[in-house]
């Protein structure tokens, strides 16, 4: 709605955005005592803004990457899912497998996320802190706004994906792939890597 000729609904992978709303829309604990969708968009949108932009914030809401595929917008969610395909030495380039970890400045210990408050219609804060990380690496404070959060509850799993996925991802792997092997996956799929440099 509001992008006009840029995007019609047969541009929309249906598909994708159905998967993607059945895990938003599952009941988690709010932190309360009681339960919530895991993610809820409660925003009014009342000025102009860049179109790239805004889809990216509306997809930030529920965890997505937005991206272009044979002719649709569709989205990739950050949930649990099975290896959608197995990479070796057999499917990528002679170079291999080249391993980087990330930086210790970049692994933050307590996140402090934004959200509207509706009892108080302002902004509130929710500080999520991870204890473990904190006595390994000192307080690494790292500022969030929740788009569209409304709920204490969100805002603090916004808080633990950040820092989970800050301390716990910490390893990056660099390849190029064989033509046939790159055309069957696509950005956010999990991959699984066979790696005999590696093995055990």
Known sequence: YGFGDHISASQLDKWAFFSASQYASELVPDGL??????????????????????????????????????????VSQDKPADPAYLFTLANVTEEGFSYSGSSLKTRHTVAVVSYLDLETQDLAYEVVEDHEGIAKYGVITSELKAFACTSRGQAS????????????????????????????VRPGQVIEIADPVRAG
């Not at 990216?56 to 937005?66: E, G, I, Q, T």
């Not at 633990?160 to 792939?177: G, Q």
Request: overall charge negative; glycine content about 8%; some cysteine.
């Open 33 to 74: 005592g009681g339960e919530e969708p895991r993610f809820s968009c409660n925003a009014l949108i009342q000025n102009q803004d860049d179109a790239y932009k805004l889809i990216n914030d509306l997809c930030s809401v529920m965890r997505v990457m937005p991206f272009w595929a044979t002719g649709t917008l569709t």
């Open 157 to 184: 799993r916004l808080g633990d994906w950040l820092l989970y996925s800050e301390n716990h991802e910490t390893e990056v792997v660099s390849f190029t792939a064989s033509v046939d092997a790159g055309v069957l």
